[in-house]
């Protein structure tokens, strides 16, 4: 090699490495873990609304600390996954287990977060005891409301003055005809059973937020279903505060006015709105390809699991439209809505990986797999931005 090949080949390895350097640099940057300086969620929507993040109990056990800085960085809210459910804090009678959900307290206490309590009485995710004698005998109306109000009045009052607000009652409306859900909590106690919930909840901590939580409330028979019984709820004192719709969507569906046109029908109640359970599915569903007898057990089929590489260019871009829009509704709508939370941190931890088929690769929140923002998450924020540029 002569001097000057030497020097070129010199100067193009500093120019490699400069630009590394500045990737490097860009990365933090835009990391959602990074700089001090730029705007994070919890800064751009801080005075619209909280803005909120599911997380399991690793995070918040210390396993997962990547997932712990971009929550605590990002976010003002905090929902346990699943570890403040039924199953999880009495899953014997009477043998409480509280330290995973106070884990949860601390780590929100540590990084100002708000910390949502999910959730009291649920069809799901509570053991069959509850529902029944020694013997497996299902037990009676009184029973049962004795047991749904020791539980409540244990937990709630266990956190009391710690949890911000409580879905109280989970999706007890049927996504069939009728009204409530044919759930053991209302074949036993009856349709009163949400009321007696709340009641016993306000009673437990009178400063607690307390809401009525459900998905597809975007439809519209299921929205006038939950808004009968959101309304007999109100004509008879019962304490609701706000009614969760979860958000579980995709990237075409709900349209975003049906969206909004909820959000109106809910607020128009006296109700404050949350969108508690927010993430975009990108994978196709079974109905689109026609597929009818996939169950949960089944491998994904690849034509069912099409980005197991990573999202190609234009879904990315559709995905950020998609979140962008939604948020431009949030946030037209944000003198009714409390709060936004999205159900999970990133790409490789959310429950769409594993359904409605196990075991597939899915896209549906702002962080991808490695932690890194994806276009949806600068959408977001632009979002915000737009609404007031001074952020
Ligand atoms: O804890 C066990 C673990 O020991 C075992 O190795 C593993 C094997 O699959 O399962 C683990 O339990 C799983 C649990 O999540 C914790 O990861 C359950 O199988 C799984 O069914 C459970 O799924 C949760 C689901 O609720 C249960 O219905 C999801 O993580 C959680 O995101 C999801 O959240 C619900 C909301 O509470 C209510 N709204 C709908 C939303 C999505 O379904």
Redesign the pocket.
Same mark, same amino acid.
């Given at each position: 090699m002569n001097d000057r090949s030497e020097a070129a080949t010199v100067v193009i390895l500093l120019q490699r490495s400069l630009l590394v350097i500045l990737l490097m640099a860009g990365a933090l940057l835009a990391a959602p873990g990074g700089e001090p300086d730029t705007p994070t969620l919890r800064s751009v929507f801080a005075d619209d609304f909280l803005i909120g993040v599911?997380l399991?109990g690793r995070v918040v056990g210390g396993r997962n600390p990547e997932a712990a800085e971009i929550a605590a960085r990002q976010f003002s809210s905090l929902t346990a @996954?699943?570890d403040m459910?039924w199953m999880a804090l009495q899953p014997w009678p009477g043998r409480y287990r509280f330290e995973t959900a106070d884990a949860y307290v601390g780590f929100a206490v540590k990084h100002r977060m708000k910390v949502i309590g999910?959730?009291l009485v649920?069809h799901?995710?509570t053991p069959r005891w509850v529902f029944e004698t020694t013997d497996g005998e299902e037990i009676e109306r009184e029973e049962l409301l004795r047991r749904m109000k020791e539980h409540i009045e244990t937990v709630v009052g266990h956190f009391k003055g710690r949890v911000h607000g409580w879905?109280v009652v989970? @999706?007890a409306i049927s996504d069939g005809p009728g009204g409530l859900r044919d759930s053991r909590w209302r074949r036993i106690i009856g349709d009163d059973f949400i009321e007696q919930a709340f009641r016993f909840a306000r009673e437990a901590d009178p400063n607690a937020e307390l809401y009525y939580?459900?998905?597809g409330l975007v439809d519209r028979r299921k929205r006038a279903r939950t808004i009968d019984m959101l309304k007999r709820l109100i004509e008879r004192g019962a304490p609701v505060d706000a009614v969760g719709m979860?958000g579980?969507y995709s990237l075409d569906r709900p349209p975003a006015a049906e969206v909004e046109q909820a959000i109106k029908d809910f607020a128009a109640l006296g109700l404050k709105v949350m969108i508690? @359970?927010l993430d975009v599915d990108v994978l196709p569903s079974r109905g689109r390809v026609g597929v009818a007898d996939i169950s949960r057990r089944e491998t994904a089929h690849p034509s069912l699991d099409p980005y197991r590489d990573g999202l190609p260019e234009d879904v990315q871009q559709k995905l950020a439209n998609r979140y962008a829009e939604l948020f431009r509704v949030f946030l037209r709508h944000r003198g009714h809505i409390s709060r936004v939370t999205f159900?999970?941190v990133d790409d490789g931890h959310?429950?769409?990986n594993?359904?409605p088929i196990?075991g597939r690769t899915n896209h549906p929140l702002l962080i991808d797999r490695n932690r890194h923002p994806k276009p949806a998450f600068f959408a977001v924020l632009k979002a915000g931005q737009e609404t007031s540029p001074s952020r």
């Open positions: 599911a399991d @996954e699943n459910k999910h959730t649920w799901s995710q879905d989970n @999706e939580n459900d998905y979860q579980h508690t @359970e159900w999970g959310t429950w769409l594993h359904f196990r």
